[in-house]
Nanobody
Framework: QVQLVESGGGLVQVGGSLRLSCAAS????????MGWFRQAPGKEREFVSAVSWSGDSKYYADSVKGRFTISRDNAKSTVYLQMSSLTPDDTAVYYCAAKAPYKGSYYVLAAYAYWGQGTQVTVSS
């Protein structure tokens, strides 16, 4: 069982930046692909970004490419999402998730077995 705890959300103005963190409890953190998803009010949860277990491969949704950066520190069992040039469209609850190897594509919600409780990001105009 992997427990994930997100932090770093908050209220920010348009064009601002935030860094989200996700701390994992399990010692097998380094074997998981880690992903970030978000869910805006009235919308489905959507893929934002993912990073492979080694950190060598990183993936982004087109809507955040060039503005968000994902990274991980396996020694600290933590994954980060650096968000910049934020817009009101980025307002959502952001979820961290962990995917075991060979369990599906990185952008598919159902491929992730473990989820955090979410952290709210609100971008004000």
């Amino acid at each position: 069982q992997v427990q994930l705890v997100e932090s770093g959300g908050g209220l920010v103005q348009v064009g601002g930046s935030l860094r989200l963190s996700c701390a994992a409890s399990a010692g097998t953190f380094s074997g998981f692909t880690m992903g970030w998803f978000r869910q805006a009010p009235g919308k489905e949860r959507e893929f934002v970004s993912a990073v492979s277990w080694s950190g060598d491969s990183k993936y982004y949704a087109d809507s955040v490419k060039g503005r968000f950066t994902i990274s991980r520190d396996n020694a600290k069992s933590t994954v980060y999402l650096q968000m910049s040039s934020l817009t009101p469209d980025d307002t959502a609850v952001y979820y961290c998730a962990a995917k075991a190897p060979y369990k599906g594509s990185y952008y598919v919600l159902a491929a992730y077995a473990y989820w955090g409780q979410g952290t709210q990001v609100t971008v004000s105009s």
